[in-house]
C-alpha cells in the first residue's frame, strides 16, 4: 500500500508571495490533516478535512487555508507568506477521523521564505 | 490548546527505562502516542481511548487517566532504536488532535 505524499518535498518562496502544498492519502483514508513544524514548537494542528469538509480548525491565521477533493486529495495554501512561515508542513491521512484512528504522515513539505 | 510533555528531553542507556508524561487541561476523548527520527515523519505508537482501550504496535505502554486528563509513557528496556522525538497528541471531544511540543530521547550503548 503506497504511503502518503506531499508535493513539493522543498520549496522557496520570497515574502508576500503565496504557496499550494498538494498531499495524497493512503488509499481508502478519507480524513487528512496538516500540520506546521517548527524547532521548539513540536506539531501545530492546522486543519482537518473529512469527505471534502473543514472539521477542525488550529489557531492559525486566515492567509492559511486548505480544500479536499473527492479523491481525498487535500491542498494547503498560504497567502502573503511571511518569513515566520518557514516551516516543516506536514500532511497526515486516517480511516476516518482523529479520535480513534492512528495518523499515517507523509514526508513534509519543507518551505523556506526568504 | 496544546498538551504538556515532560521532560523536554532525557538520556538513556540502552537497558534503563524511561516515562514520558503528557497532561492537558482539557476533558480528552483519546490521547495519541508517536515517535520521529531525525529527518523522518512521525510514526505512530499508540492510541489510549477513554474507557481503556489501547491499539498499538509497538513494545512500547502507556497509561491513560481520564480523570486526570493525563497519559504517560513507558519505554522499558529501551533500545538504541528507541531514540527520537516523542510527541503525545490529545484528542479532545470536538475531534481536535493536537500535539505537545515533544520530548526528545537519546539511548546511548
Known amino acids: 500500500k503506497a504511503g502518503v505524499t506531499q508535493t513539493p518535498r522543498y520549496l522557496i518562496k520570497t515574502r508576500g508571495q503565496q504557496v499550494t502544498l498538494s498531499c495524497s492519502p493512503i488509499?481508502?483514508?478519507?480524513?487528512v490533516s496538516w500540520y506546521q513544524q517548527t524547532p521548539g514548537q513540536g506539531l501545530q494542528f492546522l486543519f482537518e478535512?473529512?469527505?471534502?469538509?473543514?472539521?477542525n480548525k488550529g489557531n492559525f491565521p486566515g492567509r492559511f487555508s486548505g480544500r479536499q477533493f473527492s479523491n481525498s486529495r487535500s491542498e494547503m495554501n498560504v497567502s502573503t507568506l511571511e518569513l515566520g512561515d518557514s516551516a516543516l508542513y506536514l500532511c497526515a491521512s486516517s480511516l476516518a477521523g482523529h479520535s480513534s484512528y492512528e495518523q499515517y504522515f507523509g514526508p513534509g513539505t519543507r518551505l523556506t521564505v526568504t | 490548546q496544546q498538551p504538556v510533555q515532560s521532560p523536554q528531553a532525557v538520556i538513556l542507556r540502552e537497558g534503563e527505562d524511561a516515562v514520558i508524561n503528557c497532561s492537558s487541561s482539557?476533558?480528552?476523548?483519546?490521547v495519541h502516542w508517536y515517535r520521529q527520527k531525525h529527518g523522518e515523519a512521525p510514526v505512530f505508537l499508540m492510541i489510549?481511548?477513554?474507557?481503556?482501550e489501547q491499539k498499538g504496535h509497538e513494545k512500547i505502554s502507556a497509561s491513560f487517566n481520564e480523570k486526570k486528563q493525563q497519559s504517560s509513557l513507558y519505554l522499558t528496556a529501551s533500545q538504541l532504536s528507541y531514540s527520537g522525538t516523542y510527541f503525545c497528541?490529545?484528542?479532545?471531544?470536538?475531534?481536535?488532535?493536537?500535539f505537545g511540543a515533544g520530548t526528545q530521547v537519546v539511548v546511548t550503548p
Open positions: 488509499s481508502g483514508h478519507r480524513s
Open positions: 489510549l481511548l477513554k474507557g481503556g
Open positions: 497528541g490529545t484528542v479532545d471531544s470536538w475531534g481536535k488532535l493536537q
Open positions: 482539557k476533558a480528552l476523548y483519546s
Open positions: 478535512y473529512f469527505s471534502e469538509t473543514q472539521r
